[in-house]
């Protein structure tokens, strides 16, 4: 069974530019995640999928971040225009349902210079 | 909100020691995992245990769900078992939403 894909792996982008990421769930996965971790810390949930609903999107910085997951499988993360503490690496993460296991993708290192 | 607290923050070993990082939280849960986050940063999941006793391989973990606590023990600590270990809970308190702990950073040395 393939795991969570994501792309691209590494960014480096200039600060007020923008960025997008790219995930793809393990099938039949209704549930797609989407978290920020700082170096050193846990990961920080930014927006949560439950098919193409989101169901949770409260630490999500809405004034320069969106997300999108049109067709309830592949999903999108844009920042724009990106800032210094954007800075981070960027993880998509699936599961059956609400209540399950959650499964990582490899995540996307975002380096804001 | 439910708090998740790992302890010790920081474990260093010998090569071919035993180890236990231990997770507690402050509320029920449904779904607590444990995970390990190699040098690289992925995010490996290690067990789905809100209750009982698993093993895998030199790894085994044991959620005691009354009690609201977890332990993962590691034996026979090999190098690549290096990196961060992260205990996470959710339930019907955290809207299920995963409650990460601060992680235990575990070297083991050659």
């Known amino acids: 069974e393939a795991g969570v894909a994501q792309s691209p792996r590494y960014k480096i982008i200039e600060k007020r530019q923008s960025v997008a990421f790219w995930c793809n769930p393990i099938?039949?996965?209704?549930?797609l995640y989407w978290y920020q971790q700082i170096l050193g810390q846990g990961p920080k949930l930014l927006i949560q999928?439950?098919?193409?609903?989101?169901?949770?999107d409260s630490q999500l910085p809405k004034d320069r971040f969106s997300a999108e997951r049109l067709k309830g499988v592949d999903s999108t993360l844009k920042i724009q225009p990106a800032k210094l503490e954007d800075s981070a690496v960027y993880l998509c993460?699936?599961?059956?349902?609400?209540?399950?296991?959650?499964?990582f993708g490899p995540g996307t290192r975002l380096t804001v210079t | 909100g439910i708090q998740v607290e790992q302890s010790p923050p920081d474990l260093i070993l010998q090569e071919g020691a035993n180890s236990t990082l231990r997770c507690n939280f402050s509320?029920?849960?449904?779904?607590l995992q444990w995970f390990h986050q190699n040098p690289w940063g992925q995010l490996i999941n290690l067990f789905y245990i809100p209750s009982g006793t698993k093993q895998n391989g030199r790894l085994s973990a044991t959620t005691v769900a009354t009690e609201r606590y977890s332990l993962l023990y590691i034996s026979s600590s090999q190098t690549t078992d290096s990196g961060v270990y992260f205990c996470a809970v959710g339930g019907l308190d955290s809207n299920y939403q995963l409650i990460w702990g601060a992680g235990t950073k575990l070297i083991i040395k050659p």
């Open positions: 099938s039949g996965h209704a549930t």
């Open positions: 993460a699936s599961s059956l349902d609400r209540a399950s296991e959650q499964y």
């Open positions: 999928f439950q098919n193409n609903g989101v169901v949770d």
């Open positions: 509320d029920s849960v449904n779904n």
